[in-house]
């Protein structure tokens, strides 16, 4: 963690020193992207076989949306580095009944619930290979530090229970995307990445918006 703090710091600063550049290949940005995060074999109910708690509805999902805020330097044509902060999509369960109120409305009343959800920190390596004046290729590799809350489903010895567990670590990531400069100042790209989290493989499709400065 002390180590990709010091990555993150380091980038940071040469970022900032290097806020003028004069070739058009060298440049610095920042950026926001919106992700959709899928993650593979995510169980919420170990162990419990989901038919067996009727009456009770229990549903689940594995996808979500998040984001992630970045900045970068792009030190030419083809490399580029970037550091940046995602919350991931939450990924979530819930058990519930169907009851009636007071006015005779069926609603959705909640026994318990629960939510697979990360903010992480990232720092990476970009390649890009242009394909003409707008268009281009990238690629990426890094490392990203996440802190995870895993809330889970389990059998009680008399009832069911939820259990919910915190923890931290750093992953590889790696991705590759299709971008298009509209001009000197904005660009987009369209990016696959994936990583681990937990245990837990994430892949993610995001469109990112970066302005260059």
């Known amino acids: 963690m002390k180590l990709f703090r010091e990555i993150i710091l380091g980038s940071l600063s040469y970022i900032s020193i290097n806020a003028a550049a004069s070739d058009f290949n060298q440049f610095d940005y920042l950026g926001i992207s919106f992700q959709n995060h899928s993650y593979e074999s995510?169980?919420?109910?170990?162990?419990?076989?989901?038919t067996e708690l009727e009456p009770l509805i229990y549903k689940s999902s594995s996808s979500a949306r998040g984001y992630r805020v970045f900045v970068g330097h792009q030190f030419n044509q083809y490399v580029a580095v970037e550091a940046g902060v995602t919350s991931?999509?939450?990924?979530?369960?819930?058990?519930?009944?169907?009851?009636?109120?007071?006015?005779?409305?069926?609603?959705?009343?909640?026994?318990?619930?629960?939510?697979f959800k990360t903010l992480a920190g990232d720092a990476r390596i970009i390649g890009t290979f242009p394909l003409s004046d707008?268009?281009?290729?990238?690629?990426?590799?890094?490392?990203?530090?996440?802190?995870?809350?895993?809330?889970?489903?389990?059998?009680?010895?008399?009832?069911?229970?939820v259990e919910k567990s915190s923890d931290t670590g750093i992953s590889l990531l790696s991705g590759i995307g299709l971008g298009?400069?509209?001009?000197?100042?904005?660009?987009?790209?369209?990016?696959?990445?994936?990583?681990?989290?937990?245990?837990?493989?994430?892949?993610?499709?995001g469109l990112s918006v970066f302005l260059r400065f």
């Open 134 to 161: 707008s268009l281009f290729l990238k690629a990426h590799l890094g490392a990203l530090a996440w802190d995870n809350d895993f809330t889970v489903l389990v059998q009680g010895q008399e009832q069911l229970l």
């Open 180 to 205: 298009y400069g509209f001009n000197k100042v904005v660009a987009v790209s369209l990016d696959f990445e994936k990583t681990e989290i937990a245990d837990i493989t994430n892949q993610s499709l």
């Open 42 to 50: 995510l169980n919420f109910s170990p162990g419990i076989d989901a």
């Open 88 to 115: 991931f999509g939450k990924a979530s369960f819930s058990l519930f009944e169907k009851g009636v109120d007071s006015a005779g409305k069926v609603k959705n009343n909640t026994i318990y619930d629960g939510q």
